[in-house]
């Protein structure tokens, strides 16, 4: 059982609601079907299927396609489907999600909803599910790091998707004045 000697409300680093603990656990594999109607001006671009994370293993299909799978306890990902998407029509995103154990290569298991009292919750979709549309060249991720803990040393990381004949400009502000800036 959990010790919580202090009477800390216990937060829950997957779910944003404390689970039913009354409700039966439920294993299994469970099947989402979304129609998506993607107009004709967003033809050419990048389509990112974006999950804030699954327990356990997550399969997407596209029109019928095969589009990525991702393993990983509740982890966000990202998967581009550019090239499943049909612009000017329905596109049929099916989403498979399954709670059942997983095992890496090696046959180890790396997770498994084994029991909602042991996890404190049960599997499932842990977050939003989004779709991007996006231009062919874009920010793919940005981070901005102060190593030594003070105000002069920054580290500023990108990776742009596509980048041609791009230049990335880049501020930075406090709350009160420009810190700092590049090209």
Known sequence: LAYNPEFKEIVYPISERVPDMTLKTIVGTFFYKKEVYIETENKGKKFIFNCVGVQNRALLFVNGNFAGEHCGYSTPFSID???????????TLIFIVSNHQAYNEDGDMISGCTSRAANRFTGGIMGDVTLS????????????????KTNDNFTISTTINNAKNYTLKWQIFDSEKLLLCGE
Do not use: C, H, L, P
Request: net charge negative; proline share 0%; hydrophobic share 35%.
């Open 81 to 91: 489907i550019s090239d499943y998407i049909v612009a000017g029509k329905n596109n």
């Open 133 to 148: 549309i996006k231009s062919t060249s874009y920010i793919e991720d940005i981070f901005v790091g102060n190593r030594d």
